[in-house]
T-cell receptor, first 117, second 112 residues
Framework: GNSVTQMEGPVTLSEEAFLTINCTYTATGYPSLFWYVQYPGEGLQLLLKATKADDKGSNKGFEATYRKETTSFHLEKGSVQVSDSAVYFCALSTLGAGGTSYGKLTFGQGTILTVHP | DGGITQSPKYLFRKEGQNVTLSCEQNLNHDAMYWYRQDPGQGLRLIYYSQIVNDFQKGDIAEGYSVSREKKESFPLTVTSAQKNPTAFYLC???????????FGPGTRLTVT
């Protein structure tokens, strides 16, 4: 079956520090990979995605590269801000046989990020 | 504005009562999903529906029920059979053939 393993948190950084949150996966077939962000008391927002090997997803200064050889999709940001404090979820999705089923997401356990001024 | 709405944001119930959580979307998405989130854990899939009048169990369907009478609506009932119902419930939707899902703001259910 599919599974996602994320770096354990919480992660605490100072503003303008470099961020890496590790994510590795196991999946049958060829998954699409995602990072979602959840701010306190809210739902999840799609942060970025990559649908095939070597694709790089990017948004709001965050980046992640789909590495099939290492089954990884690590999230990075060069300079974090206080407003980036949130919970980050790595997730994957595979369509069903024949591409006819809708994507079912498998999530990692989430990584809490706190950024101090 | 297109989006997914969940109501209410906070819900309180006594043990032994059934409770229904609302999820509505105006994105014209075909598929809809219900997830449960517990502190320190990822999201777990309860039920999902690909088309009207059809739905499938997810990983933790016991103690829950759903209906899909309209494309826009996918209500979740938490029954008294659910042993540990206190959690944050998230509804999501996705268009046909898409891998990604779009989430509502969630409902926090507390059962005492």
């Amino acid at each position: 079956g599919n599974s996602v393993t994320q770096m354990e948190g919480p992660v605490t950084l100072s503003e303008e520090a470099f961020l890496t949150i590790n994510c590795t996966y196991t999946a049958t077939g060829y998954p699409s990979l995602f990072w979602y962000v959840q701010y306190p008391g809210e739902g999840l927002q799609l942060l970025l995605k990559a649908t095939k090997a070597d694709d790089k997803g990017s948004n709001k200064g965050f980046e992640a590269t789909y590495r099939k050889e290492t089954t990884s999709f690590h999230l990075e940001k060069g300079s974090v801000q206080v407003s980036d404090s949130a919970v980050y979820f790595c997730a994957l999705s595979t369509l069903g046989a024949g591409g006819t089923s809708y994507g079912k997401l498998t999530f990692g356990q989430g990584t809490i990020l706190t950024v101090h001024p | 504005d297109g989006g997914i709405t969940q109501s209410p944001k906070y819900l309180f119930r006594k043990e032994g009562q059934n409770v229904t959580l609302s999820c509505e979307q105006n994105l014209n998405h075909d598929a809809m999903y219900w997830y449960r989130q517990d502190p320190g854990q990822g999201l777990r899939l309860i039920y999902y529906s690909q088309i009207v009048n059809d739905f499938q169990k997810g990983d933790i369907a016991e103690g829950y029920s759903v209906s899909r009478e309209k494309k826009e609506s996918f209500p979740l009932t938490v029954t008294s059979a659910q042993k540990n119902p206190t959690a944050f419930y998230l509804c999501a939707s996705s268009p046909a053939g898409a891998y990604e899902q779009y989430f509502g703001p969630g409902t926090r259910l507390t059962v005492t």
